[in-house]
């Protein structure tokens, strides 16, 4: 099975940035590709941001565009998201897993992270 480790988050003033990671205990054919989640208390799991593995593909939500950055490391089986100029806003808990390549957006059942948390203070 495989197992999606997201480490990174803690509390951050705003302003403040913050990178986070997703390390793949190994990669498999559905994991084409990969992305970014959050959701805040109360609300439903939003999309974040995806890539492909060799960054040919990337997408984000049009709200955090210039804020926050996708990146991948093959040889480390790993994504990362560094976010910058957050806002209290962002507080979630950030999740990683595996996305459909053609549809970024769309996760791939049964290949998610636990989630790391992410609180940013005003």
């Known amino acids: 099975q495989v197992q999606l480790v997201e480490s990174g988050g803690g509390l951050v003033q705003a302003g403040g940035s913050l990178r986070l990671s997703c390390a793949a205990s190994?990669?498999?054919?559905?994991?084409?590709?990969m992305g970014w989640f959050r959701q805040a208390p109360g609300k439903e799991r939003d999309f974040v941001s995806a890539?492909?593995?060799?960054?040919?593909?990337?997408m984000y939500a049009d709200a955090l565009r210039g804020r926050f950055t996708i990146s991948s490391d093959n040889a480390r089986n790993t994504v990362y998201l560094q976010m910058n100029s957050l806002k209290p806003e962002d507080t979630a808990v950030y999740y990683c897993?595996?996305?459909?390549?053609?549809?970024?957006?769309?996760?791939?059942?049964?290949?998610w992270g636990q989630g790391t948390q992410v609180t940013v203070s005003s």
């Open positions: 897993a595996a996305v459909d390549p053609v549809n970024l957006l769309k996760p791939v059942l049964g290949y």
């Open positions: 190994r990669r498999t054919f559905s994991m084409r590709a």
């Open positions: 890539t492909t593995w060799n960054g040919d593909k990337t």
